[in-house]
Antibody, heavy 120, light 111 residues
Framework: QLQLRESGPGLVKPSETLSLTCTVSGGSITSTNYYWGWIRQPPGKGLEWIGN???????YYNPSLKSRVTISVHTSRNQFSLQLTSVTAADTAVYYC????????????WGQGILVTVSS | NFMLTQPHSVSESPGKTVTISCTGSSGSIASNYVQWYQQRPGSAPSTVIYEDSQRPSGVPDRFSGSIDSSSNSASLTISGLKTEDEADYYC??????????FGGGTKLTVL
């Protein structure tokens, strides 16, 4: 059974780069079944899809964030990562990672999430 | 871009039935599957309905999902409401090409 866990700094300064890692256990990130996704949720607000990656490196990004987002995959470590550049307070959120189930294109299971605060 | 619209909040009494809607902005909502997630305070979302109407194992059959093509909307229905059902509920779909989208979320109050 897949389990995912987000890790990284909980505090990032404005204008700097947010970097997070998602570690996958209970399965291989090179599985042909899944894309791997990032989703975020600002405090008190709804969910926003950030982007997805396949183990080959193929990516899809939310157009609203595309100019600032890079998602990478690290197959030897069974991890994938998120980089978001030029952050502002509006990027303060809980960031989740999850695999995308084939067929219905749904996210499951979700990692526990990590709160990233953008503040000086 | 494709958008999904949900009511901000709904409320109902224990034991009753409530329905939460999710309306697509363009195209046919029936063209791609709709999922529903439950999120309790302080927790990550979890799936209660996938592929329009399928329940993951462990989700009670009080939860059901449907699609209404005439109104271009999906619905989550919870019957026999329990206080433990109080949570935020999000619908989610995919534009069939390159874009995954969530609805804005509905806060369910069971009072």
């Amino acid at each position: 059974q897949l389990q995912l866990r987000e890790s990284g700094p909980g505090l990032v300064k404005p204008s700097e780069t947010l970097s997070l890692t998602c570690t996958v256990s209970g399965g291989s990130i090179t599985s042909t079944n899944y894309y791997w996704g990032w989703i975020r949720q600002p405090p008190g607000k709804g969910l926003e899809w950030i982007g997805n990656i396949y183990y080959t490196g193929s990516t899809y990004y939310n157009p609203s964030l595309k100019s600032r987002v890079t998602i990478s995959v690290h197959t030897s470590r069974n991890q994938f990562s998120l980089q978001l550049t030029s952050v502002t307070a509006a990027d303060t959120a809980v960031y989740y990672c999850a695999p995308i189930q084939p067929g219905g294109n749904w996210f499951d299971p979700w990692g526990q999430g990590i709160l990233v605060t953008v503040s000086s | 871009n494709f958008m999904l619209t949900q009511p901000h909040s709904v409320s109902e009494s224990p034991g009753k039935t409530v329905t939460i809607s999710c309306t697509g902005s363009s195209g046919s909502i029936a063209s791609n599957y709709v999922q529903w997630y439950q999120q309790r305070p302080g927790s990550a979302p979890s799936t209660v309905i996938y592929e329009d109407s399928q329940r993951p194992s462990g989700v009670p059959d009080r939860f059901s999902g449907s699609i209404d093509s005439s109104s271009n909307s999906a619905s989550l229905t919870i019957s026999g409401l329990k206080t433990e059902d109080e949570a935020d509920y999000y619908c989610q779909s995919y534009d069939g090409s390159t874009f995954w989208v969530f609805g804005g979320g509905t806060k369910l109050t069971v009072l």
